[in-house]
């Protein structure tokens, strides 16, 4: 049987597709391929980091205050560091960044009106 061996991109409509790209560069680094979009090599990734497909209930409001049936989890070097960049940028902080043994959250809602979590994962040998 074949098997999905990853997720092989993140896809959504945007009214504006050129201003996520241009804010997402701006304000967390990522760098934009013509055409394509972002790309995040799996050689990036650190240690502990992985990707994560779940579905939640419908009736969950873990991704409130976004009405929009999905959220964005992001991987990022420092948490404190990339809530106090969006922030500059415009974005409206969501909530405490929690901290737990698999690392620690973060959420933000972006131009777009997206709930995006923002994830640090743990940097020791756990």
């Excluded at 934009?32 to 409001?61: C, I, K, L, N, Y």
């Excluded at 940028?89 to 909530?95: M, P, Q, V």
Aim: aromatic share 16%.
């Amino acid at each position: 049987m074949a098997k999905v061996l990853g997720i092989g991109g993140v896809f959504f409509k945007s009214p504006h597709p050129g201003k996520p790209y241009q804010w997402y560069e701006r304000w967390l680094g990522f760098k934009a391929e013509p055409g394509s979009g972002f790309a995040f090599p799996p050689q990036d990734m650190p240690r502990h980091g992985v990707t994560v497909w779940s579905a939640f209930e419908s009736t969950t409001d873990y991704f409130a205050p976004s009405a929009k049936e999905y959220m964005f989890n992001l991987i990022v070097d420092d948490l404190r560091g990339a809530l106090r960049q969006v922030k500059e940028g415009g974005a409206e902080i969501i909530g405490e960044i929690g901290e737990y043994e698999y690392g620690k959250f973060g959420w933000f809602m972006d131009p777009d009106g997206n709930k995006v979590e923002l994830w640090e994962p743990p940097t020791g040998d756990q």
